[in-house]
């Protein structure tokens, strides 16, 4: 980008000094943006040529100080070149500190990488759930990684960042890291968070993601069907942590909660919706979302089927769950006795209840949004893409509905 800078000495007037005299300043204009200094010179107005932007003269005196002020001037055009040479914005901050002699000070974005993440750990179980600072971890080690192989180095000053340097990060996500486009776009995302800091404190000055973009791929999301939930349901396990997993899983299916929220569930969180009916009346650990969703028979009848269980009574909970890798790999071993072929997660319990339960049983999307503590409702339309099912049913009774129409009985399709 050109540079358009000017340099221009002239004396206020509103400074005379107790003899009479007036201070000589310099005025650096970069881009539009102006600074000014005092030259440490003075002299009278009867001196002082407004259009030479200089002493009148050819005596001693002015010699000399007109021989300094050319001297600023060059040093000036001397400190846009440095700046140039040194890969550093020519702008009117920059200028300011080389004509001062004041050192930039470095921001380097592994520490600001750092700094976040720690402010973050503060903050986990009041505004960040666990989850939020283990990504960020996670994404910050990948930084330091992606550094070593790019640069061989262990930090970088933040101002080096630019749009190669994003496309770069991406390239190594998935090509040494081996991460698939949504993974990646979410790295890219936690890392853009530090650069979004940098700019607001002014650190940068150029937006490094302006015309980048990573998308995000939509993936179908697996879900039980009303034949494999009656399938599980009906199934009795060889073991009674089998069985047990199985019963948690199913409270999942049929109240929308995440594993985490399942696991701090406890009797607090059970109320009287406006029906008089008893509801789950919690917020999600994930977002802070308040979830109210009534409890349907099987679920109500699976916590009652616990409730004197050893570790509800001395946790203070609802349900004995075990640690989510636990849960998983027995979850597994469920589906291979019930013959479900799809890679079984406690998750999938949430998609479920999105889908087969409440979806495809006429449940308004809206509805069916607020239960799972959803802060878009464009979360919750993905769920009902994959739908074809719902979609069939709808369009029968519209169908039946046309069918009834006197008007359209005479057109023959």
Known sequence: MNTKLSVLFFVKRTKTNVDGLLPIFIRVTVNGARIEFSTKRFTTSEKWSV??????GTSAESKATNSYLDT??????????????????????????????VEKRSHMLIGIFQQHNEEIKALVGREFATATYTRYETSLK????FLNWKYKVSDIDIRKI????????????KSVHKCNQNTTAKYIKNFGKI???CLANGWIERDPFINYKCKIVEVDRAFLSQDEIETMFNKVLATDRLNQVKDIFLFSCFTGLAYVDVKKLSRKNIGFGVDGERWIFINRTKTDTRSNIPLLPIASSILKKYED??????????LPILSNQKMNSYLKEIADVCEINKELTFHIARHTFATTVTLSNGVPIESVSKMLGHKNLKTTQHYAKILDL???????????????STVLKKIVI
């Open 72 to 101: 600023l001037k060059a040093k000036v055009y001397d400190y846009q070149q440095q700046l140039i040479r040194e890969d550093e914005l020519v702008n009117a901050e920059n200028m300011r500190n080389k004509i001062l002699g």
């Open 51 to 56: 259009e030479g932007n200089r002493m009148k």
């Open 142 to 145: 990948h930084t330091i990684a």
């Open 309 to 318: 269980h050893p570790q509800v009574v001395n946790q203070e909970k609802l």
């Open 162 to 173: 630019d749009h190669e340097f994003v496309t770069s990060y991406e390239f190594y996500l």
């Open 195 to 197: 650069v979004r800091i």
């Open 390 to 404: 719902k979609v069939s049913v709808d369009m029968r009774i519209l169908k039946e509905k046309l069918a009834e």
